[in-house]
């Protein structure tokens, strides 16, 4: 029998190989499961199927795990290195398969029990045909189904190329002998925990049944809360409750996603051709994270920065290739244009419009179509950022939707719901051109057909793209560490005030949680170091050590574990850069060797590579700024300094440390610095080492713009601690445009009215001003001592005599 096996799985690998592509998800299962390959390995696969071992074993071997058709040799005893679970259906039928099963785990049971070093691994796996969940009140089963010989060579062909081979974390035996004995309760109780987790695991693959869009509208138009909203509108527009009706149709027709499998196939092979005529490739961090909240059955609501349109395409994408359940996504209503509205809608889009203002049939359209997409359980994608960040920083929170999640967990959502934050960067955004002749005065190009195949017609190599999965927050154990009594105050009227902190508090998480995320590359650490000098010019040899030291700092002062950081040396990632079509760095000979500089043009552009990661050096930034201006500082002294301003910096850049955190991670950003020979440490007193001059230079100057910004905001302050909030908004940002003009300042962000107007609330919520809004020039004054060491003399001239002007007027 074991012979005819072995005959008929040749004769179907020919056709497989042909048919199937290698699929693994993971796509490096060793590394991102853990796997101890020194030690026994056993397959667990749901059910007996010669067809999906045959793809089993290829993409086993392709990543380079153990041959499932090998032996387990262990203590002169020869066991099987796969199992089936199940019958199932299949042509050569063994009766009693499971059976069998409990058999061979008792086996290996028994062998922990002599062998004190044994440790067999068994890895769940199963080979997933085809993704599509089904339709509501569709009696067929999903293409997850058990098939049979004739359904999976019609599968092969259809749907060979969405065929995925699923490997889930390992279970100790070790383990569970040492937890729970080696009796044979334990194999069926390790039968029973499988079996459950196939379920979960075909679950987390497919998704819930998509719905009946008619049959899901008549369900919300008969909701109390839209039924309400219909009669208050037919009041409100003196029409009849018909008409209301229909505009609320209306509505729901404008709003909802149309989500269709066989579209999201045609859009994976687009998709595909795109990313390899875009990126050099994709890197993909912390996807376990997200795989385990599906497995666990949790309601995922993915959260990504805004940097580009891909965005939204390449996380689905991505979504879809590890195993996961395409989003349905908020999309704004200006993307719902002739072709590709109908495209994004069959794609998992939902559109939102720009404000809900004066529409309450709408916004509760909105709302009752969110919760029911959450009760349904479809993950969801919505950028809370609201719009493409244009500076390459993360935006403030729009908190409507995050608002709109948390009513919708307040209002009996039965399962977890858990925020997902995502990372998403990129070595040369699609649009950055557009983006910086916006920040220029041009106006927003409406987006159309056109403007999409003027995009399609410049698709060029811009080199990698980052997608990381950030610390994922989970609502209801959030709520239960910072609101305990938040179950109880759900039943009060008066709920705004703790709804409102819930609301901000969960948005403000979710950015530090992108931040901890970022992606450092080679773009943004070269784009940081350029931009740091004065001139945007190094020799090649100073912009190698700069570039050495950064990533060193990163590796020995972690910002967070989340955190990608490149492995590749400087000399590689400079040469990389090179390579990279229109980036606006260029190398010049001369008879002293190389200079690497930006073209004067690049320099806007490249702030936005730089601000993508500005965070991550905030922080060592100021403590050589520090260094740097007083030249010779005891080192509390330097720390007691950071300290006073980091809250600003804080608010603004998202960053995470707490006030515990903080001394902690300064100390280590000195020792970093005072270990790269950047400054000397003689018994607590830091100085500059002349020599590395240049370096603590090119360190200090991270912060440099922000700190001349703070500066101005606080020197009108002490000039007029009553200015109105609105004139200090208006007056600091006039003085902002004319230092930037005078000194060559071309960072976008530097006179955005909205970083003051963050700036000047920070102040605020830090008790620099009093209940009447007057300015506490006691504290601002300790403030402009530290401000005043680290502000240039020639821009300090500049700052005081542009106010002195903005007081004679």
Request: proline share 4%; aromatic share 10%; charged share 25%.
């Amino acid at each position: 029998m074991l012979s005819i096996l072995n005959i008929y799985r040749k004769i179907l690998s020919a056709p497989l190989s042909f048919l199937v592509k290698n699929n693994p998800i993971p796509h490096n299962p060793i590394t991102e499961l853990n796997l101890n390959t020194t030690q026994p390995i056993v397959y667990v696969l749901p059910y007996t199927s010669q067809t999906d071992l045959v793809i089993f074993r290829k993409n086993c071997l392709n990543v380079g795990l153990p041959d499932p058709f090998e032996k387990n040799q262990i203590d002169n005893q020869s066991l099987p290195r796969f199992v089936f679970l199940d019958e199932g259906r299949r042509f050569f039928k063994s009766k009693g398969a499971k059976k069998e099963t409990i058999t061979i785990f008792n086996k290996y049971l028994e062998l922990h029990r002599t062998i004190e070093d044994l440790d067999v691994q068994l890895i769940p796996v199963s080979v997933l045909w085809g993704r599509s969940p089904g339709k509501e009140k569709d009696s067929s089963l999903p293409q997850l189904r058990l098939l049979s010989g004739i359904q999976k060579i019609i599968a092969a062909i259809w749907f060979g190329r969405d065929t995925f081979v699923r490997f889930s974390q390992a279970v100790s035996l070790r383990y569970m002998v040492t937890e729970h004995g080696s009796d044979q309760a334990i194999a069926h109780k390790l039968a029973r925990v499988a079996k459950i987790h196939f379920a979960k695991q075909r679950m987390s693959a497919t998704g819930p049944r998509l719905p009946n869009r008619e049959a899901m509208f008549n369900k919300l138009l008969s909701s109390p809360t839209i039924l309400n909203a219909i009669k208050d509108q037919a009041k409100a527009k003196n029409v009849t409750e018909e008409k209301a009706t229909d505009e609320a149709k209306k509505i729901l027709e404008e709003i909802a996603a149309n989500v269709n499998y066989e579209s999201l196939r045609v859009a994976d092979r687009f998709l595909r051709w795109l990313w390899n005529k875009l990126y050099q490739g994709i890197e993909v961090k912390n996807a376990d994270r997200v795989r385990k909240l599906a497995l666990d059955g949790h309601e995922i609501v993915y959260v990504p920065c805004h940097r580009s349109h891909i965005d939204y395409l390449l996380l689905s994408y991505l979504l879809y290739h590890q195993g996961l359940v395409p989003p349905h996504i908020a999309a704004g209503i200006n993307l719902n244009f002739w072709p590709v509205g109908a495209m994004f809608r069959r794609g998992g889009a939902f559109f939102i419009r720009r404000t809900f203002k004066g529409n309450r049939l709408y916004s509760t359209i909105f709302r009752e179509y969110l919760a029911e997409l959450f009760h349904r359980g479809y993950p969801v994608e919505y950028f809370i950022e609201g719009g493409r960040s244009r500076t390459g920083r993360l935006l403030a929170p729009k908190t409507g939707m995050m608002s709109m999640t948390l009513q919708a967990l307040l209002q009996g959502q039965t399962r977890p719901i858990s925020v997902v934050p995502v990372y998403v960067g990129y070595e040369h955004v699609l649009e950055v051109d557009t983006y910086a002749k916006e920040l220029r005065g041009a106006a927003k190009e409406k987006e159309n057909a056109g403007l999409v195949l003027r995009v399609i017609k410049k698709l060029r190599n811009l080199g990698k793209a980052y997608v990381n999965f950030g610390e994922p927050i989970t609502l209801s154990a959030y709520l239960n560490q910072y609101y305990p009594e938040w179950k109880e105050q759900i039943a009060e009227e008066d709920k705004s005030k703790w709804f409102n902190q819930t609301v901000d508090s969960v948005s403000n998480q979710v950015m530090v949680n992108i931040n901890k995320a970022a992606a450092v590359n080679a773009m943004n650490l070269t784009g940081t170091a350029l931009l740091s000098s004065r001139q945007r010019a190094l020799s090649k040899e100073q912009l190698l050590e700069q570039l050495a030291s950064y990533q060193q700092m990163l590796q020995n002062v972690p910002y967070s574990s989340d955190t990608l950081i490149p492995s590749e040396s400087p000399a590689q990632m400079l040469e990389h850069i090179f390579k990279l079509e229109r980036v606006g760095i260029i190398v010049e000979k001369d008879n002293f060797g190389e200079i690497v500089r930006l073209e004067r043009n690049a320099a806007v552009l490249m702030t936005y590579y730089r601000n993508n990661i500005q965070h991550l050096f905030a922080l060592p930034s100021l403590v050589a700024s520090l260094v740097l201006h007083y030249e010779a500082i005891q080192k509390p002294l330097v720390i007691d300094a950071a300290s006073k301003i980091y809250p600003f910096l804080q608010s603004e850049l998202f960053l995470s440390f707490n006030e515990q955190e903080l001394t902690l991670q300064l100390e280590r950003i000195i020792a970093e610095l005072e270990r790269q020979e950047i400054i000397k440490n003689n018994g607590d007193m830091l100085s500059i080492n002349k020599s590395k001059v240049r370096m603590l230079q090119l360190w200090s100057s991270g912060v440099r713009e922000i700190l001349q910004r703070y500066y101005i905001t606080v020197n009108l302050l002490l000039k007029d601690p009553a200015i109105p909030r609105t004139n200090l908004e208006k007056d600091s940002q006039s003085v902002a445009q004319r230092l930037s003009v005078l000194h060559g300042i071309n960072a976008p962000e530097f006179f955005d009215k909205a970083v003051f107007s963050a700036f000047i609330a920070s102040l605020k919520q830090a008790d620099y001003f009093d209940e009447s809004g007057v300015a506490n020039t006691e504290k601002l004054q300790h403030l402009i001592e530290i401000l005043n060491v680290v502000i240039s003399s020639e821009i300090n001239l500049t700052i005081k005599g542009s106010i002195a002007k903005i007081a004679e007027e």
